[in-house]
């Protein structure tokens, strides 16, 4: 599944084969993709990034609210965390990445591997990309306070 920027959601980060890893439903499932991407708060004017699940329409092509089953849970969070990783070194790129290389990982999960890239389909991707790369910086100690705590949890149920 390609994924195309909206109005409403403009990736930056996707894993677009995620319908070979969702968890019991791996490759018999609606699920297509997932992304982190920039969402403008309808009360501040302001972008925030969000994280999207990308479903295949349905009979009435129209999305709908989900309930998120806790192992796609986990696999956000594996996205937000490796993006989180590349984001703490993209300084180093002129757009924030590596065209060459758009992949920024591969992650092991149930014979497959979760896919973390750069979502190269998005026109405005150099423009997206500086202002995600901003709010990561802007909201640092925000996640920062929430992964410590994630991890002292994780720490303490012997992960």
């Known amino acids: 599944m390609k994924i195309s920027a909206t109005s409403e959601h403009k990736p930056v980060v996707v894993s677009e084969n995620y319908d070979r890893v969702d968890g019991r439903h791996a490759r ?7 992304s982190l991407g920039l969402t403008r708060e309808s009360d501040h004017k302001k972008a925030a990034i969000t994280a ?4 295949s329409a349905g009979e009435n092509g129209a999305s709908q609210p ?9 696999d956000l969070s594996l996205l937000l965390c490796r993006s989180l990783a590349h984001f703490h070194d993209a300084y180093r790129y002129e757009h924030f990445y590596d065209p060459q290389k758009p992949v920024i990982d591969r992650i092991a999960l149930q014979g497959d591997a979760l896919n973390v890239a750069i979502c190269t389909d998005n026109e405005s991707l150099h423009e997206d990309i500086k202002q995600f790369s901003q709010i990561l910086s802007d909201d640092g100690e925000l996640i920062g306070e929430r992964l410590r705590s994630l991890a002292k949890v994780l720490r303490d149920m012997g992960y």
């Open 66 to 74: 989900e309930e998120l089953p806790l192992h796609r849970v986990l």
């Open 28 to 34: 018999n499932t609606d699920v297509q993709a997932l």
């Open 52 to 55: 999207k699940v990308w479903k």
